[in-house]
Structure formats: C-alpha cells, structure tokens
C-alpha cells in the first residue's frame, strides 16, 4: 500500500497560495511513490475564505460593500455547505492592500464595509460567522462595523459621529437599540493572533496605526479616541475592554468585536483546523508535509504549519516542515512536532531563486523527503 501523506500547507507569502503550494508538494510525493491528499491552510489571514470553502464544500459569494475610505469594494464572503455557517477576511473589505499608500489615512479608515460583510452573512441565514481580522487599513476600534449592524454612535448633540479614529473623538454615547436582531442568535468567532491590548505602549495605536498611515500626533490623537470608545463601551454596553488580549488587533476591532457582537477571540490556526477535523484526517495519514514562507520563531506563536506539527504528534504521525526558509527561534519546533525541516534556501539555493522557483523546489523538496522518510533515513 503506498505511503499516505497529509499535504496541508499554509501558504508562501509572494510566492504562491496555499493551493498552490499544496498542488507542488503533492507532486513531489507522487513522484516519490506516495499517495498524497491536499489540504491547503490559512491561520484566519489571508486564503482562509478559499481553504474553509474549498475542505468544507461551499460558494463563494462577492459583496459589494464601503472600502476602508468608504469607496464601494468588491469583498468575498463564503458560505459554507452546511447552510449555517459563514467565513470571511476583513482585509477584503477593510484591508490595508486596497489604500494605496499614498492614500492610507488611519484616522479615517473604517471598518464599515466589514460590517457591511458581516450583515450580508446574517442575510444569507448564517448563524456562526467566523471572521480573520489580519492586515486592516483601520484603527476605528470597530465603530465603523457597529454602525453597518444598526448601533448608533452619537456625539454630544445627539448626531452620528463620522468614519474613523476622527469620528471616535467626538464619542459621547452608544445606542444599541437599533441593532440587528438576527446578532442575538449568532456565534461569532474571530481569529486573533495576537495579545496587544487596546491602549497604551502595546495598544492598537503605537504599536499598529503607524504602518496604516499615521504620523506622530495622530498616534496620540488615535490613543485617545479608542480610550474614548473604552470608556463609553464600558458606561453603555458594561463591557470593560481595556485589559482584553488581543483587543488591540485590527486597529481596536478585536475589542470592538467582543463588546458589540459578544464575539469569542480565538487562535486563527486552531480554529481552521478544528473546522476542517483535522484529527479524522491525521488518523488517515502516515506522514504530514506543511510549509510556509519563513519558518521561525513566529511559527511557533500560532501559525498554521506549527498548529499542524503540535498535532501530528499527539496523533502520532510525523511531520515534515518545508519552509520557503528559516530564521531565530525555530529549533524549538523540533521537540515540539516537527520531524524534519527541508527549507528551499540552502547552500546551492538562494533566497531569490527559492521565490522565483518556489513550486519546483517545493516538489523537488517533497519528493527527497517523503523518499528518505518511506526509507527510513530521515
């Protein structure tokens, strides 16, 4: 009976997809003699929607909806077969790719078009929604979403305050009354992989606002409008989001999504492979291929390869990272799941030739290591 080999990669950044980068392995493990089943991953970034849609059965269905500066975008929102469940990424509707970056403005970016998304799943009769909230344009602290949902947020005269962190200045009281019912029946989950609270030196604003476009004073300005936002959640809602883990991510939308749709935070890659049963499809492997991009000391803080590895070896299977290359902290992963690593760049394989080349050096990789691993010379 040939070998069989789980092949569930995560994907290489500018390089290639998590389906690409699962086609090539699984290629190499052919040509090895193995009988390979493709399972691409995502960790709720980027590819989640596809990798859900794609293990799970489903359609993926465009959405119109207001980008980060309020221009009308095309976002993605899946629908899963089983008529319940809805994915998908705010960066579709809300990312930092759709500002260019001479336009990118932290102080106006909004997260409206997300909520725009995940109405449009309520519509669509989804009852658990699972949102990735990575590479966001916005620090809004999820005002914008609420918003699209029905809240109100109102100044001091009564009035809808504007998009953005600007808007948030301006805060003085929350209406819920208008809300979407259909939130009340709803499991929402968001994938968060990171711990940043909301404010303060690891908050929202000094750690991310700057890379969406925010100079010095609107750092500080942004600090104070999401203290703002805490400190009416806090008197309206009676939701504390201060000390919340991972209430800093996407620009405060982490806390925004816990005090507005009572939403779990929980770890992208966990969440994904929970989904997709993993552990049924481990029980039917003899060996398991991951990659991705750079392998370090990250990958072990919950990327989906590392996910992968932990649980390989609680099944008892062994796993083989194929990385594009690796960096500090990796060694680690070795006594934590990992077999063996067979990164691309290596001595006779440079950096730019692992990106240009990455599929045939994956395949070519695949196939070296499930042949040693069927002789036993791993």
Avoid: Y
Avoid at 64 to 76: D, K
Avoid at 92 to 116: C, D, H, I, Q
Avoid at 147 to 173: K, N
Avoid at 190 to 219: H, I, M, T, W, Y
């Amino acid at each position: 009976m040939p070998l069989r080999v789980l092949i569930a990669p995560a994907p290489l950044k500018e390089c290639l997809t998590a389906g690409e980068a699962a086609r090539a392995l699984a290629e190499g493990a052919r040509r090895a003699g193995a009988q390979p089943t493709e399972l691409p991953l995502a960790d709720g970034g980027r590819g989640t929607t596809e990798c859900l849609v794609g293990a799970l059965g489903g359609r993926i269905v465009p959405v119109r909806v207001a980008g980060p500066l309020g221009e009308s975008v095309a976002a993605a929102l899946g629908l899963l077969a089983d008529g319940r469940t809805a994915v998908f990424e705010m960066a579709s509707a809300s990312g930092l790719a759709l500002v260019p970056p001479e336009r990118r403005n932290a102080m106006l970016a909004t997260t409206r078009g997300t909520g725009e998304l995940l109405r449009a799943a309520l519509q669509a009769g989804a009852q658990r929604i699972f949102m990735g909230i990575g590479d966001s344009a916005t620090s809004d602290g999820g005002a914008g979403l609420a918003q699209a949902l029905g809240f109100r947020l109102l100044d001091a005269r009564g009035r809808d305050i504007g998009p953005g962190a600007a808007g948030l200045a301006h805060l003085a009281r929350i209406d819920p009354s208008g809300a979407d019912a259909r939130l009340a029946e709803a499991e929402v989950a968001v994938a968060c992989d990171v711990d940043n609270p909301l404010l303060g030196p690891r908050g929202a604003a000094r750690v991310f606002s700057p890379q969406k476009g925010a100079a010095p004073p609107q750092v500080e300005e942004i600090e104070a409008a999401l203290a703002r936002l805490a400190d009416v959640i806090e008197h309206d809602l009676g939701a504390d989001v201060r000390p919340l883990a991972g209430g800093g991510a996407a620009g405060g939308l982490g806390a925004g999504a816990v005090a507005f749709l009572k939403a779990r935070l929980v770890r992208g890659a966990e969440w994904v492979l929970d989904a997709v049963n993993i552990g049924r499809r481990l029980a039917e492997a003899d060996l398991v291929l991951t990659a991705e991009g750079r392998f370090d000391a990250q990958s072990l803080a919950g990327k989906a390869p590392m996910a992968v590895a932990r649980r390989a070896a609680a099944a008892g299977v062994p796993c083989i990272v194929i990385p594009g290359s690796v960096g500090p902290g990796h060694e680690p992963a070795l006594a934590e799941g990992v077999t063996r690593i067979f990164p691309l760049v290596r001595e006779n394989v440079t950096l730019p030739r692992a990106m240009a080349q990455a599929a045939e050096l994956l395949a070519g990789r695949a196939e070296e290591a499930v042949a040693r691993f069927a002789a036993g010379s791993l």
